[in-house]
């Protein structure tokens, strides 16, 4: 997996019950939730008889409730959806040909330091429902996260997530798919209780 990928997972939070952690530093404890927009890419896709197809650049949006448990960890569940068009058609199975999405358990460290601006990294799992016309599969999913929060007031951050998103085998009517992922770059805010 790309490193990129790593970091995703990361993203949402800060939290809401200060603790000192000495004189100089305060850190934030609690719940937070976060709503984000943002561009997705499928990965190339063969379909067998159909070939390999590839897909536009579509939109990815994602809601998120988590815990801080201060100064590094949290951890947040997610539902994330998707939709894209595949390229090169000229007909359109519905809105859009493949929607993808996701409920998923991230676990995030961030990386603290004197700024506004905190990096992120982080890991999840999760259960990807895979739509196509007439068809769907949901299998398991893999995150792998990475990001930047920055600091606007004390309970709000701007959020920037990259989200690499593998999935298992899908199988979609009599087209077994293997190595199907997503690459998604999203911006939002975090809000802290």
């Known amino acids: 997996m790309k490193p990129l990928n790593f970091l995703s997972l990361l993203l949402v939070g800060s939290a809401s019950v200060p603790f000192a952690v000495n004189a100089e530093e305060v850190y934030y404890q609690g719940l937070y939730n976060s709503v984000f927009i943002g561009a997705t890419k499928v990965s190339d896709i063969d379909f067998g ?9 579509g939109l990815e949006t994602d809601i998120g409730i988590g815990y801080d448990f201060g100064k590094r960890f949290r951890l947040e569940g997610n539902y994330n959806r998707n939709g894209s068009d595949f390229e090169n058609t000229t007909t359109s199975a519905g809105y859009v040909d493949l929607v993808t ?3 998923s358990l991230n676990g995030l460290i961030d990386f603290p330091n004197t700024s506004s601006l905190t990096p992120f990294v982080g890991l999840g799992i999760g259960s990807s429902k895979i739509e196509v016309t007439g068809a769907d599969d949901t299998v398991t999913s893999l995150n792998v996260i990475a990001g930047a929060s920055y600091k606007l007031t004390e309970k ?6 990259y989200n690499y998103r593998r999935f298992s085998d899908v199988t979609l009517g009599n087209v077994a798919i293997t ?7 999203l911006a939002g805010i975090n809000f802290r209780f």
């Open 179 to 185: 190595d199907a992922y997503t690459n998604s770059f």
């Open 156 to 161: 709000v951050d701007l959020v920037g997530k």
């Open 49 to 57: 008889s159909l070939g390999i197809l590839q897909f536009k650049t």
């Open 101 to 103: 999405s996701t409920y």
